[in-house]
């Protein structure tokens, strides 16, 4: 019963990160990310994933102070420290770095427009897949497929109406 409720959680948070990506506002992305931030760490915590439960928590810190700043850009360089103390705090072997290089993906496709946030996400979401597989994470594993799928038909679907409104 433990183990259903701890992959519940994960596919709840899934939901919410899915949701996210098809809002127009970037603002609006982010509230629903920091939602599923919260529902990841959670996760993570019961799954005994240390180094994804702690880039989750700072990305909650991460995503919120991006919704109330006008400065995303250079908030997330000051941040790159401290990517880099989680994944050296957290050494436990190669696959305890790539939540740090996931976020720092994520973080920086963030402070751009709604493309660059969508093929960050692509990116940081087949890293996840990994992280997520190794720790038994079956909700996060099957929903960064998902994402990047979704992701690419949002990306597809941007590209055919930027190209419609070229001609």
């Known amino acids: 019963m433990e183990f259903f409720i701890i992959q519940l959680i994960g596919f709840i948070a899934w939901l919410f990160l899915v949701i996210s990506y098809w809002r127009k506002k970037v603002n609006e992305v982010l509230l629903f990310q ?8 959670l996760q993570y915590y019961l799954l005994g994933a240390m180094s994804g439960l ?7 810190v991460r995503d919120f102070s991006y919704y109330k700043s ?22 436990n072997g190669i696959i305890s770095v790539l939540p740090s290089i996931a976020s720092m993906i994520d973080g920086f496709s963030l402070t751009g427009k709604k493309n660059l946030i969508i ?19 079956y909700a996060g594993t099957l929903s960064s497929l998902i994402l990047c799928c979704s992701n690419t038909f949002v990306l ?12």
Do not use: H, T
Request: glycine letters at 4%.
């Open 34 to 41: 920091v939602i599923s931030c919260a529902l990841f760490a």
């Open 156 to 167: 597809l679907k941007s590209f055919k109406n930027c190209k419609q409104k070229n001609k």
């Open 70 to 91: 006008d400065n995303d850009r250079k908030l997330f360089y000051y941040s790159i420290p401290l990517y880099i103390s989680i994944a050296v705090l957290n050494f």
């Open 54 to 60: 702690y880039i989750v928590l700072f990305e909650m």
């Open 119 to 137: 093929v960050g996400g692509i990116l940081s979401y087949l890293i996840w897949f990994i992280y997520d597989l190794a720790y038994g994470s």
